[in-house]
Structure formats: structure tokens, C-alpha cells
Nanobody
Framework: QVQLVESGGGLVQAGGSLRLSCAAS????????MGWFRQAPGKEREFVAR????????DYRDSVKGRFTISRDNAKNTVYLQMTGLKPEDTAVYFC??????????????????WGQGTQVTVSS
């Protein structure tokens, strides 16, 4: 079983940047597909980005394409989400998640078996 801990959130002005990190322990993340999700108050958790085990495939929700980049360093057992051009609508708690094998659609939170506790990202206008 893998444990995930996110960090790097904070308060930033619109147009600014943040880099989120997701540090894994208990198992090597090279065995897991990894995803980032976010949840704003009163809203459902939504897919942001994902990266496959080898890192050769990445996917993003449309609203963050060209602004966010997901990456992984399996040697450091860490996954990153580089966020640039931040907008107030990006404000949410950001979660990383892991799954060994997709059973359905990669953008569904139900696909992922392990979750971190989340890190708050607040973008002021």
C-alpha cells in the first residue's frame, strides 16, 4: 500500500505559478499510474491531470492544458504538478492519487485507490 503526501500549495495572485509535489512512501510509485484532482467548496472532485507509470502518456482537463504540467521522478518517488498562469477558478484543494491498473476511465476519481490528504491552492484576482 502506498501513502501519498501533497505539498506546495499556497496563496498566489492571478497569473502566478506554483509547483505541487506528491511524495509517496510505502511502495515505489513506478508501479502506479498517478493523477492530480481538485475540489472546490461545494463542488465535486474533478480530474486535473494524469501520468502513466512510465511517464510516456499524460492527459489534462481542457481548462488547464497549456498551463499545467504533470511529471514524475520515480527515483525520488515523487509526482509533480507545475501550475502556471493561475486563475481564480483554479482555487481548490488539490489531491494526488494512485492506481496500479485502470479499470475504466482515467479521469474518474473512482478509478484511484490511494489518495493524499490534499493541499490548498488559492488564487486571488
Amino acid at each position: 500500500q502506498v501513502q501519498l503526501v501533497e505539498s506546495g500549495g499556497g496563496l498566489v495572485q492571478a497569473g502566478g505559478s506554483l509547483r505541487l509535489s506528491c511524495a509517496a512512501s510505502g511502495h515505489t510509485i513506478s508501479s502506479y499510474h498517478m493523477g492530480w484532482f481538485r475540489q472546490a467548496p461545494g463542488k465535486e472532485r474533478e480530474f486535473v491531470a494524469r501520468i502513466t507509470k512510465s511517464g510516456d502518456t499524460t492527459d489534462y482537463r481542457d481548462s488547464v492544458k497549456g498551463r499545467f504540467t504533470i511529471s514524475r521522478d520515480n527515483a525520488k518517488n515523487t509526482v509533480y504538478l507545475q501550475m502556471t498562469g493561475l486563475k481564480p477558478e483554479d482555487t481548490a484543494v488539490y489531491f494526488c492519487a494512485a492506481v496500479r491498473l485502470y479499470r475504466g476511465t482515467y479521469y474518474s476519481p473512482r478509478e484511484y485507490d490511494y489518495w493524499g490528504q490534499g493541499t490548498q491552492v488559492t488564487v486571488s484576482s
